[in-house]
């Protein structure tokens, strides 16, 4: 599968532990803006391994847009199991080729979402102030804004948990599941 934009909107699902390998495999082909914009700091191919072997994990939910069997971003929701009332973190990140195309908001709603479905009362977001991307992903969603540095955090409440919300996130989790089983 190639590594280069596809316009094919991509399957976006939840990974378990079997995909660690694609995460680590994503998260490599990340440059190293793209890295540093994604954690915080440069880091290295071992770096990354160690993280891909342990990202997905019983206190975070990480789902994947997939372009054929190539994951190319993943977003990830850090924090599950705090007591409550409970803030998790949102982090997010997309291959350059894919940037720009709507996959980073569209993982940031899909997490939205999953947070509002587990009584998540507070999301976070922490990011360097010069990605616009994220800022305008996190705009969308009003939330407050604390600098610290070159650093912002967005924070906001995700809506409370409805039935609506509920099947939303039961639809596209079989909707990808049974693709999957078909092989499409």
Same mark, same amino acid.
């Given at each position: ?11 976006i699902?939840? /990974? ?6 694609a995460?680590? %495999?994503?998260?490599l ?5 793209? =890295?540093r914009?994604r954690f915080?700091a440069?880091?290295?191919?071992d770096a990354?391994?160690a ?5 997905i994990?019983v206190?975070?939910l ?17 924090g599950?199991? =705090? &007591?409550w ?6 982090? /997010? ?5 894919w ?15 999953a947070?509002?479905?587990?009584g998540?009362?507070s999301?976070?977001?922490?990011f360097?102030?010069?990605n616009?991307?994220m800022?305008?992903i996190?705009?969308?969603r009003?939330p407050?804004y604390?600098?610290q540095?070159?650093?912002?955090e967005?924070s906001?409440a &995700? ?6 919300s509920?099947?939303?996130e039961?639809?596209?989790d079989? %909707?990808?599941?049974l693709s999957?089983?078909? %092989?499409?």
């Open positions: 599968m190639s590594d280069h934009f596809s316009p094919a909107p991509p399957e699902r939840k /990974l378990w532990k079997g995909d660690s390998a995460l680590a %495999g994503h998260l082909r990340l440059d190293a803006e793209t =890295r914009r915080g440069f880091m290295g191919d990354i391994r993280y891909g072997a342990k990202a994990g206190d975070t990480v789902f994947g847009a997939f372009q054929g069997d190539r994951l190319h971003a993943i977003g990830e929701l850090h599950l199991f =705090r &007591p009332p409970h803030d998790t973190e949102i982090a /997010l990140s997309v291959e350059p080729p940037q720009g195309h709507g996959i980073g908001s569209a993982l940031f709603s899909r997490l939205v979402t947070a509002q479905n587990r998540v009362t999301l976070h977001v922490v360097f102030n010069d616009k991307p800022w305008n996190t705009d969308k009003h407050s604390a600098r540095g070159s650093q912002i967005a906001f &995700p809506p409370w948990a409805t039935p609506a509920l099947m939303r039961i639809g596209e079989t %909707g990808t599941y999957q089983m078909l %092989g499409r």
